[in-house]
């Protein structure tokens, strides 16, 4: 049974406060794909069957990537991984909150890929709160797009080109 937070289109829902309001067509089909590569969460190992649910999640999220004119990375596969994620952190942790978005819908974390499978592995959110490494991955994580200046969106757009070329 899906909680009200996996109804809920989080990625839509924070693209909609800068003024995207769907998804690609595609999304649909990709997401399903990924889904059957990725079948588990990359930080627990967990599965649909054991967890509330997974999220396809993108690294650099796809509002951020239309923002910059890189919309091909909403649909990219190198720019997504599975994460779960669940409303209460009762049986597992909100992986997807905790270690995509550093505990803020509206950020992002770069590392997401290493720290996931690596820095906080089957970690439960308590421990995952307490760890040093996240803390002062919280206190850098990058600014909301709409409080990025013109240089620092230059700067992160120059950044998404090097990690995702075309």
């Given at each position: 049974m899906k909680t009200p937070l996996q109804n809920i289109d989080v990625g839509l829902l924070v693209a909609s406060t800068v003024g995207i309001y769907e998804r690609s067509s595609k999304w649909a089909k990709v997401q399903a794909q990924h889904l059957k590569k990725q079948p588990?969460?990359?930080a627990c190992g967990t599965n649909v069957k054991y967890t509330n649910g997974l999220q396809v999640h993108h690294i650099i999220p796809y509002h951020i990537c239309i923002e910059l004119g890189r919309a091909d990375l909403e649909l990219d596969e190198r720019n997504l991984i599975t994460l779960c994620q669940t409303n209460e952190n009762i049986i597992t942790p909100n992986h997807h909150l905790l270690i995509g978005h550093l505990n803020d819908w509206e950020s992002f974390n770069k590392t997401v890929k290493t720290?996931?499978?690596?820095t906080f592995y089957a970690q439960t959110?308590?421990?995952?709160k307490l760890n040093l490494t996240w803390l002062k991955l919280c206190l850098k994580k990058p600014n909301r797009i709409t409080d990025l200046s013109p240089l620092q969106k230059a700067e992160l757009k120059n950044y998404i080109n090097k990690k995702f070329p075309l």
């Amino acid at each position: 049974m899906k909680t009200p937070l996996q109804n809920i289109d989080v990625g839509l829902l924070v693209a909609s406060t800068v003024g995207i309001y769907e998804r690609s067509s595609k999304w649909a089909k990709v997401q399903a794909q990924h889904l059957k590569k990725q079948p588990y969460c990359v930080a627990c190992g967990t599965n649909v069957k054991y967890t509330n649910g997974l999220q396809v999640h993108h690294i650099i999220p796809y509002h951020i990537c239309i923002e910059l004119g890189r919309a091909d990375l909403e649909l990219d596969e190198r720019n997504l991984i599975t994460l779960c994620q669940t409303n209460e952190n009762i049986i597992t942790p909100n992986h997807h909150l905790l270690i995509g978005h550093l505990n803020d819908w509206e950020s992002f974390n770069k590392t997401v890929k290493t720290n996931a499978s690596k820095t906080f592995y089957a970690q439960t959110s308590a421990q995952i709160k307490l760890n040093l490494t996240w803390l002062k991955l919280c206190l850098k994580k990058p600014n909301r797009i709409t409080d990025l200046s013109p240089l620092q969106k230059a700067e992160l757009k120059n950044y998404i080109n090097k990690k995702f070329p075309l």
